[in-house]
């Protein structure tokens, strides 16, 4: 698999020389700023001119980098992410990321959020992950009002579902915990489209980990890149038999038309952007935290009704 389409569409800010947190790289690897909202977000990713193949096969073995670099759904999932936490949507909540890759989705939430889990079955990547929360916990230990916090840190955990090219058995470090808000970008593909689509064994591991992993009255929120043929339906028909109800959410309630118009965001605005949550709640509770919260699901909806209403996206 080649690396062409990996990119993050944020602004990029110059690292400054000799600032804090911006050593040498090791080799294939590089650090970028990223300037989210109102935030400079340091990430340190394989280099997409010397990362080479990201997809392939070792001593008979599947090896996979591809979360090593950043990709468009993670664009997707920042923004919504930040308009969630702008009106407060985040406060208190739990998130759980799956393949978390470098940690820049994971890093978002913990801007906002009260507890964040980023997980990935790549050793590599969890700690790249683990390297990039400890280059930004600056960002972290802030209150509203500037004061100053403690215990504000997000975990980094191993959470692997069967995946086709992967022997291994799944892994949920996690254990039984549940989630607010479950998050993944780029997580469902396949090396060749062009030669078939989504792998029903993976796509069904997939969904039976949001179901797990989601709390009573949460959401989880999936950019996918769509490039296989069938990819979206497939991913319908997995949700619906697992026992998850499924529908997309525009990426333009998130996305502003500025940025997904830019120069070269053409596979930006060809993500999708799906939502999964329980068909059942357990024990009839509706909204995920406790009565005085609304659900994960009226946020998001709150969000996409008021970028609709606007005179553009949000």
């Given at each position: 698999?080649?690396?062409?389409?990996?990119?993050?569409?944020?602004?990029?800010?110059?690292?400054?020389?000799?600032?804090?947190?911006?050593?040498?790289?090791?080799?294939?690897?590089?650090?970028?700023?990223?300037?989210?909202?109102?935030?400079?977000?340091?990430?340190?990713?394989?280099?997409?001119?010397?990362?080479?193949?990201?997809?392939?096969?070792?001593?008979?073995?599947?090896?996979?980098?591809?979360?090593?670099?950043?990709?468009?759904?993670?664009?997707?999932?920042?923004?919504a992410l930040l308009n969630l936490?702008?009106?407060?949507?985040?406060?208190?909540?739990?998130?759980?990321?799956?393949?978390?890759?470098?940690?820049?989705?994971?890093?978002?939430?913990?801007?906002?959020?009260?507890?964040?889990?980023?997980?990935?079955?790549?050793?590599?990547?969890?700690?790249?992950?683990?390297?990039?929360?400890?280059?930004?916990?600056?960002?972290?230990?802030?209150?509203?009002?500037?004061?100053?916090?403690?215990?504000?840190?997000?975990?980094?955990?191993?959470?692997?579902?069967?995946?086709?090219?992967?022997?291994?058995?799944?892994?949920?470090?996690?254990?039984?915990?549940?989630?607010?808000?479950?998050?993944?970008?780029?997580?469902?593909?396949?090396?060749?489209?062009?030669?078939?689509?989504?792998?029903?064994?993976?796509?069904?591991?997939?969904?039976?980990?949001?179901?797990?992993?989601?709390?009573?009255?949460?959401?989880?929120?999936?950019?996918?890149?769509?490039?296989?043929?069938?990819?979206?339906?497939?991913?319908?028909?997995?949700?619906?038999?697992?026992?998850?109800?499924?529908?997309?959410?525009?990426?333009?309630?998130?996305?502003?038309?500025?940025?997904?118009?830019?120069?070269?965001?053409?596979?930006?605005?060809?993500?999708?952007?799906?939502?999964?949550?329980?068909?059942?709640?357990?024990?009839?509770?509706?909204?995920?935290?406790?009565?005085?919260?609304?659900?994960?699901?009226?946020?998001?909806?709150?969000?996409?009704?008021?970028?609709?209403?606007?005179?553009?996206?949000?």
């Open positions: 698999m080649t690396n062409f389409a990996c990119t993050c569409f944020f602004e990029e800010v110059p690292l400054e020389l000799g600032a804090p947190g911006s050593p040498e790289s090791e080799f294939g690897l590089e650090q970028t700023v990223y300037r989210v909202g109102p935030y400079d977000i340091a990430i340190t990713k394989a280099d997409a001119q010397l990362g080479g193949d990201l997809l392939y096969y070792e001593r008979g073995q599947q090896v996979d980098r591809t979360g090593m670099l950043m990709w468009p759904g993670g664009t997707v999932i920042a923004h936490g702008n009106t407060g949507a985040l406060a208190g909540r739990s998130v759980l990321e799956l393949g978390s890759g470098v940690g820049f989705c994971g890093i978002v939430a913990n801007l906002f959020a009260g507890q964040v889990v980023l997980t990935d079955r790549s050793h590599e990547a969890r700690a790249t992950a683990r390297e990039n929360l400890r280059l930004n916990e600056h960002l972290f230990k802030r209150d509203m009002l500037g004061a100053a916090q403690s215990g504000v840190s997000a975990e980094v955990l191993n959470l692997a579902w069967p995946v086709f090219g992967h022997p291994g058995k799944p892994v949920d470090e996690t254990g039984t915990r549940s989630f607010d808000l479950v998050i993944a970008s780029d997580v469902l593909y396949v090396e060749e489209p062009r030669f078939g689509g989504l792998h029903d064994k993976e796509l069904n591991g997939f969904c039976s980990v949001i179901k797990r992993k989601l709390a009573p009255g949460g959401l989880a929120l999936m950019a996918y890149a769509n490039r296989e043929t069938h990819g979206i339906a497939s991913i319908f028909a997995a949700a619906n038999h697992i026992g998850l109800e499924c529908s997309e959410v525009p990426v333009c309630s998130f996305v502003s038309a500025e940025v997904l118009g830019a120069t070269g965001a053409g596979l930006l605005s060809a993500t999708r952007l799906l939502q999964f949550t329980l068909e059942t709640p357990i024990d009839g509770d509706t909204c995920g935290l406790s009565g005085s919260l609304p659900s994960m699901v009226s946020a998001v909806r709150g969000v996409a009704l008021a970028s609709a209403q606007a005179l553009g996206p949000i």
